[in-house]
């Protein structure tokens, strides 16, 4: 279907075993809230998709023709975000739901007379023409068709523009327009068309893989915060490993994650990235907590490796060549990705941490217990030992002193025997 067509599909979300108990009751009270005020209001992108698909969507984006300033009025805990492309943040019991006007050439730009900030004015004067032709326009503005089906939950109605319910059915991804000129417009396109692609297991088409391969590097251009962001939700909404999957075809990792570019990753990271995605995304579908920091400070830990091994002082120790090496190795990673410095120093922690327990001191086992990064830094050793690492058993030690095994902390490290390899980090191991 073209954007040339003049009448949308429509389906009843019941013919296509949409479940309404699987939609959150704060998205409905929005829709609900905007209805009562004479708005059009609908569910969109991949909140549709999954329901449609029986999966139980991550977030529910809702978009209407009230502009951001009636829906600021009708919500007053709601916030305006962005300048160009402005969307609501509105707060219904501590839980953020975007909200976004229909996009369409009735959105013009004036200069605000406060500085030079934008505002976004929209003439809604052709509403009473009709939704439909507005509709129209923000579907075909859409990245995906399967990405551009609108839900009414009030009437259970199914508005579809691009064909994007017969796309679903036959597992096909298709972009809307020219995928070269989508990812030039905005290039997290392309990661957006990778993390669909995992998490429904579509497979990317050879027409759309070769703009992937010709316009990656773009991403590069991308404000680095943003690419932050675009990782987490990568990496941390449970299906981060098939991400990295599709990922390594274009090897887009090296767009994020800092590398020395005259090599190869190893089989041994290419192992540890494995063990880690399987392990988050175990934990996503169990409910349990995930953390940005565990993410990065696992995928940094090879690059960190390489930083100590390039810091040729024999009298620091260990925990000093730490300290040097992360620093070099941020500031690179800073020219990739944005990480946060509440992060940043987390990961410190952790890294840090992460040395205490290779190297045990008997009188302070209580304590490092209870610190607040000892799970994550244990946890690491974990998913070392699983790559191959020799640690000498430190794993399975640290997890019988948690477990109270009849150790005594003191007596049981002096027992182990520790030998002088344990205070020193296998740099060779990742190359």
Known sequence: MTNNATKPKLFKGSD??????????????????????????????????????KIEPKDFDIVTDAT?????????????????FQ??????????????????????EETSPVGNSKKIVQNTERFFDGRLSIIKEDAFRRDLSINALYYDPLEDKIIDFTDGV???????????????????????RI?????????????IPPKIKKQIKKKLNLLKDVSKARLFDEILKTFLLGYGLNALKVMKEFNGLNIFIYDNPSRIRSKNTAKLYDILLASTDLRVWQKKYVSPHFLFAVL????????????NNKKFT??????????????????????????VFKILDMWRMHLQLLMPNPKSVDVILKHRSFRSAYDFILIRE?????????????TEIQNYVGIDHENGIHKKNLKKASYLLNTEFYN
């Open 16 to 53: 296509l075993n949409v479940n309404p108990s699987q939609i959150c009751n704060q998205a409905l009270s929005i829709v609900r809230r905007l209805s009562t005020k004479k708005f059009a209001a609908y569910l969109v992108g991949g909140a549709v998709r999954d329901l449609i698909l």
């Open 300 to 311: 940094l830990w090879p690059s960190l490796m390489e930083e100590i091994s390039k810091v």
């Open 191 to 203: 990661l957006r068309v990778i993390r669909v692609s995992a998490k429904l297991g579509f497979t």
């Open 87 to 108: 969307i609501v943040h509105v707060q219904q019991d501590k839980k953020i739901f975007e909200v976004s006007t229909f996009q369409s050439k009735e959105m013009i």
């Open 166 to 188: 017969a796309d679903l059915n036959k597992k096909h991804l298709r972009i809307l327009g020219s995928p070269g000129n989508r990812f030039r417009e905005d290039p997290v």
């Open 318 to 343: 260990v925990r000093k060549t730490l300290e040097i090496a992360s620093r070099k190795l941020f500031d690179k990673e800073s020219l990739l990705v944005s990480i946060p410095k509440r992060y």
């Open 68 to 84: 951001p300033t009636q829906i600021k009025k009708i919500f007053l805990s709601s916030k305006i975000i962005g300048r160009r």
């Open 386 to 398: 699983a790559v191959g690492e020799d640690l000498q058993n430190l794993g399975v030690w640290w």
